[in-house]
C-alpha cells in the first residue's frame, strides 16, 4: 500500500490553516490569522501548500476538514470546499470535528474546548451532546481540570492525521457541526412571490 496523502484544511476560527500529510509526516503547513476573507484566501492556500510540496490535487488520497464548532461562515466555506474537491478528484473528504482533533493533540489530561462568542466556549461532555457554556461555567471547569483549547497549527495537524486515519473506513460527507444557531437574524421583509 503506497503512503498516503491528505490535504486537510480549517477555516473554523479566525484563521485560514492548511496542511499536506505524506505518511505520517507533516510536509507542509500554513497558517494565517484573519477575521474575514477566509473564502477568497483557501483556495489560493491550498494551492501553495500543494506546490511546496511538490504535489497536485490529482496526487491526493484524501481530503481533511475542520467541521467546527466555531464560526458559522468559517465552518461552511471549509466543509463546502472540502465536498466540492472531493466530489471533483473522486476522492474521499473527512469531517473532523475541533474536539477530536484537541484531544488526538494533546497528552495532557483536560476538557477540550472551542473558544465562543462573548467569552462563552463549546463543550463535548463524554456523555452528551456538545453545547456552549458560559463564562461563569468555564470558569467552574478550570478549577477542576485545564481546558485544552486548539492553537491552528495543531489542529490543521490533527485534522489530517486523523483523516488519514479514517478516509478508508467509507466516511459520510463532512457536515458542519452547529452548536448554536447563526447570530443573523432573518429579513424582516416577505418571502418572494414565486410566479408560474
Do not use: W
Not at 23 to 28: A, K, L, R, T
Not at 98 to 125: C, H, K, M, T, W
Amino acid at each position: 500500500m503506497s503512503t498516503p496523502l491528505v490535504l486537510s484544511f480549517d477555516t473554523s476560527a479566525a484563521h485560514v490553516a492548511a496542511a499536506l500529510l505524506c505518511g505520517d509526516e507533516i510536509v507542509v503547513r500554513k497558517v494565517e490569522e484573519m477575521k474575514r476573507g477566509q473564502a477568497e484566501r483557501l483556495m489560493p492556500m491550498l494551492e501553495e501548500v500543494l506546490a511546496e510540496g511538490g504535489k497536485r490535487f490529482a496526487d491526493l488520497d484524501a481530503i481533511g476538514v475542520g467541521i467546527g464548532p466555531g464560526n458559522f461562515t468559517g465552518i461552511r466555506i471549509s466543509v463546502s470546499a472540502a465536498r466540492g474537491l472531493a466530489l471533483g478528484l473522486g476522492i474521499p473528504a473527512v469531517g473532523v470535528s475541533s474536539f477530536d482533533a484537541i484531544e488526538a493533540g494533546n497528552s495532557r489530561i483536560g476538557v477540550a474546548v472551542v473558544p465562543g462568542p462573548r467569552g462563552q466556549g463549546y463543550l463535548s461532555p463524554r456523555k452528551g451532546a456538545p453545547y456552549l457554556a458560559t463564562e461563569d461555567e468555564l470558569i467552574d471547569i478550570m478549577h477542576d481540570v485545564p481546558l485544552l483549547t486548539p492553537k491552528a497549527d495543531s489542529l490543521v495537524d490533527q485534522i489530517a492525521r486523523l483523516a488519514a486515519q479514517r478516509y478508508q473506513d467509507n466516511p459520510t460527507r463532512p457536515a458542519p457541526l452547529y452548536i448554536k444557531p447563526a447570530d443573523a437574524a432573518p429579513p424582516k421583509d416577505p418571502a418572494p412571490v414565486i410566479l408560474p
